[in-house]
């Protein structure tokens, strides 16, 4: 074992790297200019929903985690629904993070 590891650092150590590409080197034809058919880089995949055009009443679904289990559950409940308990459950880790011992309040 310990002769096959002593090898294997032998022919990384005798093997000579590339050579570096030099600072001069010209960009590929295909990078040069963009022509009027190129596509950029960027994928655009949709258009998200302006907030005017979100109904509070609409009845969105997600999975969610329950505290002490792994399996997810899946939570339907309108968007407005949502957005209240997201704020009580805020007020209530902001109450539980106030009243910590040793948080200076």
Same mark, same amino acid.
């Given at each position: 074992m310990l002769g096959a590891l002593l090898t294997v650092a032998v022919l990384f150590a005798q093997a000579t790297p590339d050579a570096a590409p030099t600072a001069s080197a010209a960009p590929p034809a295909s990078m040069a200019k963009p022509s009027a058919n190129s596509v950029s880089g960027v994928t655009v995949t949709g258009k998200k929903k302006q907030r005017d055009d $979100?109904?509070?009443?609409? $009845? $969105?679904c997600h999975s969610e985690m329950p505290i002490g289990s792994r399996f997810p559950q899946k939570i339907c409940a309108r968007r407005e629904e949502i957005a209240e308990r997201r704020q009580v459950d805020q007020m209530e880790v902001r109450r539980w993070t106030a009243l910590r011992p040793g948080s200076g309040n």
């Open positions: $979100v109904d509070p009443k609409e $009845v $969105v």
